[in-house]
Nanobody, 122 residues
């Protein structure tokens, strides 16, 4: 049974940092591309960052470039999202996802976690 469990969200002031984690189980973690998505109420889910199976290649949506960093530990089956210089507009539920394509389109992903909330106040 595939499971993706996110943690690390919280409430903080603008300018702060958080590190999100996503622990994967029930499938071969190292064989799947992994990504982080964000979603706010009433809006569609948006791709934030994607990482390839090796961890060597990453891609970010423009709004987080230079502030967020995605990484993975294939020995521990964990995906990370380091979030620095957080802004109020980063406030969202953040989900990790596993899929077979290097993409920021949510339709390309097979497995999803339940999400972790990040709230940034000004």
């Amino acid at each position: 049974q595939v499971q993706l469990v996110e943690s690390g969200g919280g409430s903080l002031q603008a300018g702060g940092s958080l590190r999100l984690s996503c622990v994967a189980s029930g499938y071969t973690f190292s064989s799947y591309y992994m990504a982080w998505f964000s979603q706010t109420p009433g809006k569609e889910r948006e791709g934030v960052a994607v990482i390839d199976t090796s961890g060597r290649n990453t891609y970010y949506t423009d709004s987080v470039k230079g502030r967020f960093s995605i990484s993975r530990d294939n020995t521990k089956n964990i995906l990370y999202l380091q979030m620095n210089s957080l802004k109020p507009e980063d406030t969202a539920m953040y989900y990790c996802a596993a899929g077979g394509v290097y993409s920021l389109r949510d339709a390309r992903y097979n497995y999803w976690g339940q999400g972790t909330q990040v709230t940034v106040s000004s």
